[in-house]
């Protein structure tokens, strides 16, 4: 079931929905097979209340975008890609911890204040 909090984004709409959001984002690369993809989605879907930003959560699949997971050079499902101001800024590869997902998402705040 589709987690609509997360922002569906592909390769056709990546640039427009990630590279030239003003503020910050988070992307979660992952694939309908996965376990481990599913859990990812969640954790991010349920930070949203912790979040006092307007921070963009998005999502692509890796199976059906393969130009973006390219270029990106992504390897391990799920990895997530933080970016400021459309520039990658940090990465966690694999399923992070509520805690992990709130430190790094702070961490990008301060580096972009």
Same mark, same amino acid.
């Given at each position: 079931?589709?987690?609509?909090?997360?922002?569906?984004?592909?390769? &056709?709409?990546? +640039?427009? $929905?990630? @590279?030239?959001?003003?503020? %910050?984002?988070?992307?979660?690369?992952?694939?309908?097979?996965? #376990?481990?993809?599913?859990?990812?989605?969640?954790?991010?879907?349920?930070?949203?209340? &912790?979040?006092? +930003?307007? $921070?963009? @959560?998005?999502?692509?699949? %890796?199976?059906?975008?393969?130009?973006?997971?390219?270029?990106? #050079?992504?390897?391990?499902?799920?990895?997530?890609?933080?970016?400021?101001?459309?520039?990658?800024?940090?990465?966690?590869?694999?399923?992070?911890?509520?805690?992990?997902?709130?430190?790094?998402?702070?961490?990008?705040?301060?580096?972009?204040?």
């Amino acid at each position: 079931m589709p987690d609509h909090t997360l922002t569906t984004v592909t390769d &056709d709409s990546f +640039e427009r $929905i990630v @590279l030239n959001y003003p503020g %910050t984002t988070v992307l979660l690369f992952e694939t309908d097979w996965s #376990g481990a993809s599913h859990i990812a989605a969640l954790q991010i879907a349920g930070i949203r209340t &912790d979040l006092h +930003e307007d $921070i963009h @959560l998005c999502r692509i699949n %890796t199976d059906a975008n393969p130009v973006t997971v390219g270029r990106h #050079g992504v390897q391990n499902i799920p990895t997530l890609l933080f970016y400021s101001q459309g520039q990658i800024v940090d990465h966690i590869v694999g399923t992070p911890s509520r805690k992990e997902l709130l430190q790094k998402i702070g961490g990008v705040l301060d580096r972009g204040s």
